[in-house]
């Protein structure tokens, strides 16, 4: 009995030993694969296959990261192994990653790629302590992410951050109402009052183009209403150089800032132009740009400027408009008629004066324009001017033959 007891106690102990002895074994294994830097890896170089096994790299060092269509899990992995972060990831984060970095880069631009990569498929990440969640972008917004009081030239450029901007000169609530368009549903603009101040949270890139406009709007002005005009057809940046150049002619001798300065900005990426400007200049600008913002087909028409140096553009718009129209091309089968000696345009041609520039806007083709440019060049020219001098003078010849002479001038 006791020997049977024996054998049995002995085999259980022998059995202790052997599991133990496996669990060791995993448990080396399991370090030997999360903690690579002990099987000697190159940490410079990293790509998606050895990803697992680049392990945190110091500051200073450079990499070079190559990613083709590869789960956005993967990616994250890759750069929390590479930086030593924890992160939390979100259920809903999912897609596919393509990276491609032709050379190296450093340990700061990695993790600017990584925020940029997430900014694309639109997630954002957000510090908690030392833990950082990533999270679809309109739930970025609302957490516990960066603010920030003034500019950072060296902030990365994809990350969602909240940016206090006080004003100067302008009302919060009117600068709110004109950047609302110009930034992402997804992202918040406050208005303040009590402080003039706004507060803005959305991506960096974005903050840093409306502070760029900030700087136009928020100056020191009377009477100065702020406008956003959205264009159909042409380009926001060609438009307001030629309003720029109109209102520049327009403004000679140039007059205070504060009173009649007109301020125009192009907003590429909605295709609309702020105007900062007296009512009376706003509407000048808005009819300026509603006939300028045509569909014009390419190669056929264009918009010409003449500024006159004699003539008066109303009067002279007149004569230009009452010419005759050019006579449409006979059809095959009718008889040709002569030409007519006087001058035409096209009835698509249209001239509107400047009273402002003294200038004519011309909106048609090359052809059209040439031959009103001639006939603008032979009546801006200087008017005759007469003037009429009278000299009246009275003789008294006496009867020594003397001559007296009394002078009157008349000047005109």
Same mark, same amino acid.
């Given at each position: 009995? %006791?020997?049977?007891?024996?054998?049995?106690?002995?085999?259980?102990?022998?059995?202790?030993?052997?599991?133990?002895?496996? /669990?060791?074994?995993?448990?080396?294994?399991?370090?030997?694969?999360?903690?690579?830097?002990?099987?000697?890896?190159?940490?410079?170089?990293?790509?998606?296959?050895?990803?697992?096994?680049?392990?945190?790299?110091?500051?200073?060092?450079?990499?070079?990261?190559?990613?083709?269509?590869?789960?956005?899990?993967?990616?994250?992995?890759?750069?929390?192994?590479?930086?030593?972060?924890?992160?939390?990831?979100?259920?809903?984060?999912?897609?596919?990653?393509?990276?491609?970095?032709?050379?190296?880069?450093?340990?700061?631009?990695?993790?600017?790629?990584?925020?940029? /990569?997430?900014?694309?498929?639109?997630?954002?990440?957000?510090?908690?302590?030392?833990?950082?969640?990533?999270?679809?972008?309109?739930?970025?917004?609302?957490?516990?992410?960066?603010?920030?009081?003034?500019?950072?030239?060296?902030?990365?450029?994809?990350?969602?951050?909240?940016?206090?901007?006080?004003?100067?000169?302008?009302?919060?609530?009117?600068?709110?109402?004109?950047?609302?368009?110009?930034?992402?549903? %997804?992202?918040?603009?406050?208005?303040?009052?009590?402080?003039?101040?706004?507060? /803005?949270?959305?991506?960096?890139?974005?903050?840093?183009?409306?502070?760029?406009?900030?700087?136009?709007?928020?100056?020191?002005?009377?009477?100065?209403?702020?406008?956003?005009?959205?264009?159909?057809?042409?380009?926001?940046?060609?438009? /307001?150089?030629?309003?720029?150049?109109?209102?520049?002619?327009?403004?000679?001798?140039?007059?205070?800032?504060?009173?009649?300065?007109?301020?125009?900005?192009?907003?590429?990426?909605?295709?609309?132009?702020?105007?900062?400007?007296?009512?009376?200049?706003?509407?000048?600008?808005?009819?300026?740009?509603?006939?300028?913002?045509?569909?014009?087909?390419?190669?056929?028409?264009?918009?010409?400027?003449?500024?006159?140096? %004699?003539?008066?553009?109303?009067?002279?718009?007149?004569?230009?408009?009452?010419?005759?129209?050019?006579?449409?091309?006979?059809?095959?089968?009718?008889?040709?008629?002569?030409?007519?000696?006087?001058?035409?345009?096209?009835?698509?041609?249209?001239?509107?004066?400047?009273?402002?520039?003294?200038?004519?806007?011309?909106?048609?083709?090359?052809?059209?324009?040439?031959?009103?440019?001639?006939?603008?060049?032979?009546?801006?020219?200087?008017?005759?001017?007469?003037?009429?001098?009278?000299?009246?003078?009275?003789?008294?010849?006496?009867?020594?033959?003397?001559?007296?002479?009394?002078?009157?001038?008349?000047?005109?």
């Amino acid at each position: 009995m %006791n020997a049977t007891v024996n054998a049995f106690l002995n085999r259980r102990r022998r059995l202790f030993r052997l599991l133990a002895l496996t /669990v060791t074994i995993s448990l080396a294994a399991l370090l030997g694969v999360f903690h690579p830097g002990a099987l000697g890896q190159n940490p410079e170089s990293v790509s998606p296959g050895n990803a697992q096994k680049a392990g945190p790299h110091q500051s200073d060092q450079s990499i070079s990261i190559d990613f083709n269509n590869v789960d956005l899990a993967v990616f994250i992995k890759f750069i929390s192994e590479l930086l030593g972060k924890n992160f939390v990831v979100d259920n809903r984060v999912k897609g596919k990653v393509t990276v491609i970095s032709p050379r190296k880069v450093s340990i700061k631009e990695a993790y600017d790629i990584f925020e940029s /990569v997430l900014e694309v498929y639109g997630y954002a990440v957000v510090p908690a302590g030392k833990i950082f969640k990533i999270v679809p972008s309109p739930d970025a917004r609302t957490k516990s992410i960066e603010t920030r009081m003034k500019e950072d030239a060296d902030s990365p450029e994809d990350r969602v951050v909240t940016q206090i901007i006080p004003l100067k000169y302008a009302d919060p609530e009117e600068v709110k109402r004109l950047l609302a368009p110009l930034i992402p549903k %997804n992202s918040v603009i406050l208005a303040y009052s009590p402080t003039n101040t706004l507060v /803005v949270t959305d991506v960096y890139s974005n903050i840093r183009r409306l502070m760029r406009i900030l700087e136009v709007i928020d100056v020191a002005g009377i009477d100065r209403a702020v406008s956003v005009i959205p264009l159909q057809f042409s380009y926001a940046e060609k438009i /307001v150089k030629l309003i720029e150049s109109v209102f520049k002619t327009s403004q000679q001798p140039p007059k205070p800032v504060s009173d009649r300065e007109v301020k125009v900005v192009a907003d590429e990426r909605t295709n609309s132009i702020v105007v900062i400007a007296s009512e009376s200049d706003t509407l000048k600008i808005k009819k300026l740009i509603e006939l300028l913002d045509k569909d014009v087909p390419k190669g056929k028409e264009k918009i010409h400027i003449y500024y006159l140096e %004699n003539a008066e553009a109303e009067a002279l718009a007149k004569v230009l408009q009452n010419l005759p129209e050019k006579e449409e091309a006979p059809k095959p089968g009718q008889p040709v008629v002569p030409k007519r000696t006087q001058p035409s345009v096209a009835e698509s041609v249209t001239i509107t004066p400047d009273k402002a520039t003294n200038s004519l806007i011309i909106r048609g083709d090359s052809d059209d324009y040439k031959s009103l440019e001639e006939i603008i060049q032979k009546l801006d020219i200087p008017r005759s001017m007469v003037y009429i001098e009278c000299l009246i003078m009275e003789v008294d010849v006496n009867k020594e033959f003397e001559l007296g002479t009394e002078w009157t001038a008349f000047g005109g």
